[in-house]
């Protein structure tokens, strides 16, 4: 598969794609005849596994040592990588529902005032 169907498939630009190559978050595809870079299925699903981490707040250098460990089949690694981050997320839907809810009551007072 070429870098172009894998960047619309994973909705990353062509130049994420290779930034994340060149950081090493992702193996290096191989170069068919013509030297276009050929991707297989699994690059297309550890891309959008990357993008989802990035998206949730996982920084690069933490997402490329659990690349490398998922390349190194460092399982242990992984998991704990994960669960670490797992961590993360929960503390901040934690903030994030606190926020919320101070919203809601703020929005409540408020409207009390209208009335």
Request: net charge positive.
């Amino acid at each position: 598969m070429k870098i172009g169907t894998v960047s619309e498939s994973t909705g990353l630009s062509i130049h994420t794609i290779r930034y994340y190559e060149k950081q090493g978050l992702i193996k290096k595809p191989e170069k068919d005849a013509s030297g276009h870079r050929t991707y297989r299925a699994v690059d297309i699903e550890t891309l959008n596994w990357v993008s989802c981490m990035k998206n949730s707040g996982m920084s690069l250098s933490k997402i490329k040592k659990y690349t490398q460990a998922f390349y190194d089949n460092n399982n242990a690694l992984c998991i704990v990588s994960l669960e670490d981050h797992l961590k993360h997320l929960q503390s901040q839907k934690a903030d994030i529902e606190h926020y919320i809810e101070v919203t809601r009551d703020k929005v409540a007072r408020l409207k009390k005032r209208l009335t």
